[in-house]
């Protein structure tokens, strides 16, 4: 009787592997993919060099069997699954609708811009830009709100120049 920690050597890859303790006097390959495949092969092989297994569905009972189980079902091979439906539902082709805005006030000084943003809108942006420039971020940040005032429809206020 085998030792409880024995090693086999694989018949495919020739390497020492532990096998499964309910198969140990039987298992010859290791559980590898390709010595797997072989253990397969070699098991079919085993199986159909048998007499009793050679002609194993041939001949005229079976092929008549098989004739009138397709007859019985057509389609059977050709049919599809129906395709899963999607996870996710498709965006719907509407605009979402423009209402206009009358401007509340002109935009604010670079200071007041800044100091009016929550603290983590201006750190986030500081950290895309690379700069803590205040006049950087105040640049993005209205760039920033010019696009999305552009995305949602609405208009910027008229801003007089101050120059």
Known sequence: MPR???KCKCLHCNQLFEPDYRNRGRQVFCDKPDCRRASTQ??????????ENRDYFRGPQNADRV???????PGYARSQRPATPPLQETCSAQAPPVEQV???RPLAP????????????VGLISSFIDSALQEDIAGHLRRLIARGR??????APEVPDSS
């Open 4 to 6: 409880a920690n024995s």
């Open 150 to 155: 552009e995305i949602l429809g609405q208009h």
């Open 67 to 73: 004739r009138a189980w397709r007859q019985a079902h």
């Open 102 to 104: 009358a401007p509340t």
């Open 42 to 51: 070699a098991s079919q092989r085993r199986w159909l060099a048998k007499p």
């Open 110 to 121: 670079l200071q007041d811009l800044c100091q009016a943003q929550e603290p983590l809108l």
